[in-house]
């Protein structure tokens, strides 16, 4: 038995070492591997930097104490991106499209609200895009809440007495590039175990292992390993990139390299069931990209799926992406997106990832007696 085991680890450390030289050897796959996903959380982070605040133009016709108050009340809003011009700059800016609205505070801002007479603060919206017309129908009415409340509280007679969940905010962007790190380390795994184990078929140096007197379990853990370990400079570069480039620091550091490495491994055990079932380079990596993107949008990246309809929430759960997801909100950001708790979402995800090497191993053995 000891001798047994002492053999096996002999083919996993071979056939690892035997594809990480394979994999150093032909750099355009390894380095697209490593590029991809910075790649995709850099774009996927622009995009929503891009369009989580409607850019809006304020006129100070009015530069007063009150004036700025409601101001301030605009930014704390969240959901202006504010800046502050001239009456002529702000048309020119809203006709070129470069800003959603223009919010003029009028002269005599200040004198009219101390008098307590009417104030009309014009708003000019660029409808073309519901989303952020919403944002604005939305936020300006807001702002004028806040205003009042904070100038004259003793004119508002309602005001609201919020219950927070967690004792700190979390804006859209330190959200979501968390779960774009989850797409990242599943592309990246997918790409290098997958293409790693369709090399083997195209080069047909396949046969040669399933002649040899080797376990088909010490040869799939050895390609794991070897995609695994080509994997890691892209996984580094990742949580560089999330943690001192865009500032997202994990509250659980211990719980970022747990799931960091079960996450990986589960991808790994993903491409390397691919590269040994479809055994051609480019479809696998087609198939890897194409599907990671869907699964990512709907397991809840963009907030709980349990928002979403019960419909959606019964397919988001029956992949793994999912749970990948709701491990490393905890980690990052100490949320509880669902009520399983995070040892059993763990569980789940490296159940997944046990099938799939199972489901693996029996398409080599198949393999093996066509052969």
């Given amino acids: 038995m000891l001798h047994a085991l002492r053999y096996d680890l002999r083919v996993i450390i071979a056939c690892a070492k035997k594809d990480i030289k394979s994999g150093l050897t032909e750099r355009a796959f390894t380095i697209i591997s490593i590029i991809l996903p910075v790649n995709i959380l850099v774009l996927l982070s622009l995009f929503v930097l891009a369009g989580s605040q409607a850019p809006t133009a304020v006129v100070m016709a009015d530069t007063g104490p009150h004036a700025q108050q409601f101001y301030t009340a605009m930014i704390h809003a969240h959901s202006f991106r504010l800046q502050q011009t001239t009456a002529s700059s702000a048309q020119q800016l809203l006709a070129a499209g470069k800003v959603v609205a223009v919010v003029t505070i009028p002269a005599e801002f200040d004198s009219r609200v101390d008098h307590h007479a009417p104030v009309q603060v014009n708003v000019d919206i660029n409808n073309l895009n519901t989303d952020f017309t919403n944002d604005i129908r939305r936020a300006v009415p807001l702002s ?7 100038a004259f509280p003793n004119l508002v007679s309602v005001v609201p007495n919020e219950q927070d969940a967690y004792p700190q905010d ?20 997918l790409l290098l175990a997958g293409t790693g184990a369709a090399r083997e078929w195209e080069r047909e140096t396949m046969k040669e292992l399933l002649l040899a007197p080797a ?22 570069v990742l949580l560089a990139v999330l943690v ?3 500032g997202v620091r994990p509250v659980h550091w211990g719980e970022v390299a747990v799931f960091t490495v079960l996450t990986l491994t589960m991808s790994i055990a993903v491409g390397t069931l691919l590269g040994t079932w479809i055994r051609q380079r480019q479809a696998v990596t087609a198939l890897s990209i194409g599907t990671t993107l869907p699964l990512f949008f709907l397991s809840g990246a963009f907030g709980p799926i349990s928002f979403t309809t019960r419909p959606l929430q019964l397919l988001a759960r029956s992949f793994p992406v999912y749970y990948a997801i709701v491990l490393f909100q905890h980690a990052f950001h100490n949320f509880r997106l669902n009520t399983l708790g995070v040892a059993t979402n763990g569980l789940v995800l490296a159940g997944y990832t046990l099938l799939v090497i199972a489901l693996a191993a029996v398409i080599l053995r198949r393999s093996t007696l066509a052969h």
């Fill in 244 to 246: 001192l480039a865009i």
């Fill in 215 to 236: 376990s088909r379990w010490a040869m799939l853990l050895g390609k794991m390993l070897g995609a695994f370990v080509l994997s890691l400079a892209g996984v580094v």
């Fill in 144 to 150: 004028i809440t806040s205003f009042y409340a904070a």
């Fill in 170 to 189: 979390t804006d859209y962007i330190p959200y979501l590039t968390v779960s774009i790190l989850v797409v990242g380390l599943l592309v990246g795994g």
